[in-house]
């Protein structure tokens, strides 16, 4: 399977809560992160955490992390229009050589209805 | 206003022919990468280098070269060996200490006919 796993698709509601899983093979990864991505533009860096805590919150954005699962999801609150893109799962800050490299799932396109 | 630019946003070539991407950061950032994006597949590393005159082989480097001569730019040039060259190419940046944190450009959409 893959190293890093998303569901493609995720549609919901204006106003609703709306979480985005991901899944994860190589536990050595000392960093997950999650980046947005709107059409035709590059990747924004929403938030990361470290693989020793389980929860960080930053306003409308809930990062849990399940080390013994390796599952790790993004809740975003109050999801607005503006929220629909792609989000990407990541795994990095490998020890070693590794360390510098990303590893990045498919994608998950959020659609936010009106 | 620190950043990093890639130009153009939108490039197209010819089959056969040699084409370099450019990739410029201020942010004082030791490391850069490039990633190749095509639909439904996610990000793919290219290559990336983590101090000045030395770069590394990513998961897809075969038809594409690098350089970095200085600290603030990573050219990626698409040669004709490339055997599918378009594509969406991301530039990104990081410094060398965690926790990485990778800041992206805008991208350029490269097709060739």
């Known amino acids: 399977g893959e190293d890093v796993e998303q569901s493609l698709f995720l549609s919901v509601r204006e106003g609703d809560s709306s979480v985005i899983n991901c899944t994860y093979t190589d536990s050595s990864s000392t960093y997950l992160y999650w980046y947005k991505q709107e059409p035709g533009a590059g990747l924004q860096l929403l938030t990361y955490i470290f693989s020793n805590m389980d929860m960080k919150q930053d306003q409308r954005l809930t990062v849990l992390l399940n080390k013994k699962d390796k599952h790790l999801s993004l809740r975003i609150a109050d999801t607005q229009t503006g929220d629909s893109a792609i989000y990407f799962c990541?795994?990095?800050?490998?020890?070693?050589?590794?360390?510098?490299?990303?590893?990045f799932g498919k994608g998950t396109k959020l659609s936010v209805i009106p | 206003d620190g950043g990093i630019t890639q130009s153009p946003k939108y490039l197209f070539r010819k089959e056969g022919q040699n084409v370099t991407l450019s990739c410029e950061q201020n942010l004082n950032h030791d490391a850069m990468y490039w990633y190749r994006q095509d639909p439904g597949q996610g990000l793919r590393l290219i290559y990336y280098s983590q101090i000045v005159n030395d770069f590394q082989k990513g998961d897809i480097a075969e038809g594409y070269s690098v350089s970095r001569e200085k600290k603030e730019s990573f050219p990626l040039t698409v040669t004709s060996a490339q055997k599918n060259p378009t594509a969406f190419y991301l530039c990104?940046?990081?410094?060398?200490?965690?926790?990485?944190?990778?800041?992206f450009g805008p991208g350029t959409r490269l097709t060739v006919t």
């Open positions: 990541a795994r990095g800050g490998d020890s070693g050589a590794g360390s510098y490299q990303l590893t």
């Open positions: 990104a940046s990081s410094f060398s200490g965690s926790p990485y944190e990778q800041y």
